[in-house]
């Protein structure tokens, strides 16, 4: 939801809370009240009080995180799965806290609560489970958050067909080798073990029965459960089967869980058989990328080290001023904590769980502490900071923590980075690098925005506002805003258009725009319903959701829109507006992007000094440029076509030594196949064929081939007399069927064609398929 939150002019306070996290993280509380002014305080003091922020965000094939994600969901997509989203941490199921299985979504229709939608679905859920807090960054695969990847039947199919799936995936989309993958099954389920023995072919010695403790599975203490079956991947097969035990940690990771899902536990602890038999399955995404992301021999030795987690780690790490590799196990440990802990909280405050001493904000508020500070999210419970929303970017400045009196340091001293939104709006966090000194909860602190920034930032917002008026005047009053950005560098404004802009009309906004800002226009904001402000003729982006109470930035005559970001208090202020680009991201949809103020004057200045330098190089006068330029061009393409003559001309003599080469077919036809020089264009190419087919008499044909300049492409010419076409053979199929060979196509008519390839490597190979086509034919 869109909010228009001004900044406060100024107030005290409390820090809210400390947090480490990586760069980039976000979460503080907004401003405590609404303000009229368009431009905002930049400096405020403030106070840190309690409240936790939040942190941010082998022998198999080697894929990344991404990939496997995608390979699993994409497997089970084309075989009938409906792909669908992840539900979020706070779920409707009230016996639990928080998402803890991909399942979840998906339990009353599994307890016949709730009609199925599709027969068979697959998910990447978003996980937090805390019940092995304790066992994160200790062992090799504990976490708080992680995903996992699932595949659903409702009432489809059942246990043979999610078994013979789940080998394909495993030892086929990611080629983990068969013999080091081990099962587990249910220590009654006879069924399964049939199955993965008899019709997989696992041998006995790899399936191992297990109690209800390992392998019955539910999703709480009541609700759908199961029997299950596990796949472990085997990180030391060297060591044989006999006496294995899949709870060796050192050389087994359990990775794939088949849940065959067909009874119900009701509240006294009975079972009872569901309606419908369903298959639940979960990957651990995490797990996966470990077994397929090898760094060293036997792979990555823990979840942490993969691409999923370790860029957190690593960063952490920098910031702490460490090297991960040589750390003594203790601060392996803190480094992983920090990668676990930062991604759970981020995916918790931005699906709207807040800080709080019960439930579900407990837990977030439990995992914030453990978390080691050094590069930290700060909480005030009051700031001068713009927290980014509406496209406008957040604040850059200072936190500054006053030393003892008489002193000229400060007792803390913070970079802020960032400030973002989160808990749905209801928190700002500042994201800051601690340069000196140290924040408790409840430390006063002196807010510094960044002010040359604030003022490149709201000269590019109210252009943008202005932007979208100049659009409307010339393209029609049915342009709307599609999306925008507004930073420190420049402005970005989607609108709905479909067609490009002429030079013309990109002109006249241009213009437009700088009229407005030569107008000196003062800005008017004010606070109102925000039924009121429609019916005050307000522009609100259509689609977007807002408060009941909104925020309006009015330029008189010209401009006005619903907004809660920084703008000028002057149109004068922006100084000058420049459009960039124009451009079509989408269907239907197109982008200006413009720069105005300081960054508009340093575009010109770049600007002026490339033509002043390209002006030097060619000993002209700047505004001599353009003629020279063009002329220049037209002498170009006068040369490029005296080159090609030259190479038709070079390619046709070249072929006239290849008449020697020609062979008689067993019908009696003659046949030249063969291969010209680097860089004969396709024109050439075809000029060489068809006085090479003359020369040879009828019955005959002529294939010919020529590689790019750079080796990597080919192209071929067939040209074929009136008596070979008569005899059934045609350029045009005899070149697409040779191309092929090369990865291309090409056709064209019957007496002569062309066609394209890929891969010029395979044209030995393809010219031998079209003399052989050709020999039968003639």
Same mark, same amino acid.
């Given at each position: 939801?869109?909010?228009?939150? *001004?900044?406060?002019?100024? =107030?005290?306070?409390?820090?809210?809370?400390?947090?480490?996290?990586?760069?980039?993280?976000?979460?503080?509380?907004?401003?405590?009240?609404?303000?009229?002014?368009?431009?905002?305080?930049?400096?405020?003091? +403030?106070?840190? #009080? *309690?409240?936790?922020?939040?942190?941010?965000?082998? *022998?198999?094939?080697?894929?990344?995180?991404?990939?496997?994600?995608?390979?699993?969901?994409?497997? =089970?997509?084309?075989?009938?799965?409906?792909?669908?989203?992840?539900?979020?941490?706070?779920?409707?199921?009230?016996?639990?806290?928080?998402?803890?299985?991909?399942?979840?979504?998906?339990?009353?229709? =599994?307890?016949?609560q709730a009609p199925r939608k599709v027969p068979r679905a697959t998910t990447t859920q978003k996980c937090v489970r805390t019940n092995d807090i304790g066992n994160v960054g200790v062992t090799a695969r504990h976490h708080t958050f992680f995903e996992m990847l699932g595949n659903f039947s409702f009432g489809d199919y059942f246990k043979e067909q999610?078994?013979?799936?789940?080998?394909?995936?495993?030892?086929?989309?990611?080629?983990?080798?068969?013999?080091?993958?081990?099962?587990?099954?249910?220590?009654e389920d006879a069924e399964a073990e049939a199955i993965w023995r008899d019709v997989v072919g696992v041998p006995p010695e790899r399936i191992k029965r297990m109690g209800a403790a390992d392998n019955f599975w539910s999703s709480g203490p009541t609700g759908p459960c199961g029997p299950c079956s596990e796949l472990y991947y085997d990180f030391h097969p060297e060591r044989g089967t006999e006496g294995a035990s899949l709870e060796d940690d050192s050389r087994f990771i359990e990775f794939y869980n088949l849940v065959f899902? /067909?009874?119900?536990?009701?509240?006294?602890?009975?079972?009872? *058989?569901?309606? +419908?038999?369903?298959?639940?399955?979960?990957?651990?995404?995490?797990?996966?990328?470990?077994?397929?992301?090898?760094?060293?021999?036997?792979?990555?030795?823990?979840?942490?080290?993969?691409?999923?987690?370790?860029?957190?780690?690593?960063?952490? +790490?920098?910031? %702490?001023?460490?090297?991960?590799?040589?750390?003594?196990? %203790?601060?392996?440990?803190?480094?992983? &904590?920090?990668?676990?802990?930062t991604r759970a909280v981020t995916y918790m405050l931005s699906d709207g769980v807040t800080p709080s001493n019960t439930g579900r904000g407990y837990v977030l508020r439990r995992l914030l502490r453990r978390v080691v500070m050094k590069r930290c999210e700060v909480l005030l419970d009051a700031t001068p900071f713009y927290a980014e929303s509406g496209g406008q970017v957040g604040d850059i400045g200072v936190l500054m923590v006053p030393g003892p009196a008489g002193s @000229?340091?400060?007792?803390?001293?913070?970079?802020?980075?960032?400030? /973002?939104?989160?808990?749905?709006?209801?928190?700002?966090?500042?994201?800051?690098?601690?340069? %000196?000194?140290?924040?408790?909860?409840?430390?006063?602190?002196?807010?510094?925005?960044?002010? /040359?920034?604030?003022?490149?930032?709201?000269?590019?917002?109210? #252009?943008t506002h202005l932007l979208q008026s100049a659009l409307k005047k010339v393209l029609g009053p049915d342009t709307c805003q599609q999306g925008s950005l507004v930073n420190f560098q420049r402005l970005r404004f989607d609108f709905n258009l479909a067609r490009g802009m002429t030079a013309a009309e990109v002109a006249e906004v241009e213009r437009l725009v700088n009229g407005w800002v030569a107008e000196a226009a003062p800005l008017e904001t004010k606070v109102m319903a925000l039924d009121a402000a429609k019916a005050a003729g307000a522009t609100a982006m259509f689609g977007e959701k807002y408060d009941d109470v909104v925020r309006v930035v009015d330029v008189p005559g010209i401009s006005m829109e619903l907004c809660g970001g920084t703008h000028v208090g002057n149109t004068a202020e922006i100084g000058a507006f420049k459009i960039l680009s124009e451009s079509g991201i989408a269907s239907g949809i197109r982008r200006v992007e413009a720069v105005a103020g300081p960054a508009a004057v340093e575009y010109l200045v770049s600007l002026d000094g490339l033509v002043r330098g390209l002006a030097g190089q060619l000993k002209l006068k700047p505004e001599e440029v353009p003629a020279r330029v063009a002329a220049m061009q037209s002498e170009l393409r006068s040369a490029e076509k005296q080159l090609a003559e030259l190479r038709a001309e070079l390619a046709v003599a070249q072929s006239q030594a290849l008449v020697s080469q020609a062979v008689t077919a067993p019908k009696g036809g003659k046949v030249l196949v063969a291969e010209l020089g680097a860089g004969v264009d396709a024109k050439a190419l075809q000029e060489a064929a068809s006085q090479l087919q003359a020369s040879l008499g009828?019955?005959?044909?002529?294939?010919? +081939?020529?590689?790019?300049? @750079?080796?990597?492409?080919?192209?071929?010419?067939?040209?074929?007399?009136?008596?070979? &076409?008569?005899?059934?053979?045609?350029?045009?199929?005899?070149?697409?069927?040779?191309?092929?060979?090369?990865?291309?196509?090409?056709?064209?008519?019957?007496?002569?064609?062309?066609?394209?390839?890929?891969?010029?490597?395979?044209?030995?190979?393809?010219?031998?398929?079209?003399?052989?086509?050709?020999?039968?034919g003639l």
């Open positions: 939801m869109r909010r228009a939150l *001004p900044l406060v002019r100024h =107030f005290t306070g409390r820090v809210a809370g400390v947090a480490a996290t990586p760069v980039g993280a976000r979460a503080a509380f907004p401003p405590s009240h609404l303000a009229t002014s368009a431009t905002g305080s930049s400096t405020s003091a +403030a106070t840190l #009080a *309690p409240a936790p922020a939040a942190a941010a965000p082998g *022998p198999a094939k080697k894929m990344s995180g991404a990939e496997i994600r995608e390979a699993f969901l994409s497997f =089970f997509e084309s075989r009938g799965h409906s792909r669908l989203p992840s539900s979020s941490l706070v779920p409707e199921d009230p016996t639990v806290l928080l998402t803890i299985a991909g399942m979840l979504q998906f339990k009353p229709v =599994f307890l016949g999610a078994i013979r799936w789940a080998w394909e995936l495993s030892t086929g989309v990611f080629g983990l080798p068969a013999e080091r993958v081990w099962v587990s099954v249910y220590e899902m /067909q009874l119900n536990r009701k509240p006294d602890g009975s079972l009872e *058989p569901l309606a +419908a038999k369903n298959i639940d399955t979960g990957m651990g995404l995490e797990r996966m990328a470990q077994i397929l992301q090898a760094r060293g021999r036997e792979g990555v030795s823990n979840n942490y080290e993969t691409d999923l987690i370790f860029p957190i780690v690593s960063k952490a +790490a920098e910031i %702490a001023g460490v090297d991960y590799a040589s750390s003594p196990p %203790a601060v392996k440990t803190a480094l992983k &904590v920090i990668g676990d802990h @000229d340091s400060p007792a803390a001293h913070l970079a802020v980075r960032d400030c /973002q939104k989160a808990a749905g709006g209801t928190v700002f966090v500042h994201s800051a690098e601690v340069v %000196a000194g140290r924040l408790t909860v409840g430390t006063a602190v002196e807010c510094l925005v960044d002010e /040359q920034l604030r003022r490149r930032v709201r000269a590019h917002h109210t #252009a009828d019955p005959s044909a002529v294939l010919l +081939a020529s590689r790019a300049e @750079d080796g990597a492409k080919v192209n071929f010419v067939a040209a074929l007399s009136k008596g070979a &076409v008569a005899a059934g053979l045609g350029a045009g199929k005899l070149v697409g069927q040779v191309a092929k060979v090369c990865g291309g196509g090409g056709g064209g008519k019957p007496a002569l064609a062309q066609a394209g390839g890929k891969d010029a490597s395979k044209t030995a190979e393809a010219l031998e398929l079209g003399k052989k086509l050709l020999e039968e």
